[in-house]
């Protein structure tokens, strides 16, 4: 679906094919403003969603003198175990709920 449509910025008319990335042949602002404002919006939701569900774990330095090596290792432990405890939990209920 080819057409026109006028510039907000500028007030020309440029061919636009309905695009979020159609910009302006002549100053080349966005033709629709809002629809990459709205674009820009999902994206930084669905990274925002992303980032929501991540676990970091206690990284291990080879550098680190052993006994700093030896808390990070129990520490580790206890993360991947706490983990996996609710890991499991969450998997029992879905289960249980069908």
Known sequence: MNGTKKCPTCGQW??????????????????DPAAVARKQDREDHAEQQKKQFTVDFIQLDPADPWHKQLYKRIGLGFQVAFVGIVSFILWLIALLAG
């Open 14 to 31: 440029s061919s636009w094919n309905q695009n979020p990335e159609d910009r302006c042949q002549h100053c080349q602002a966005p033709l």
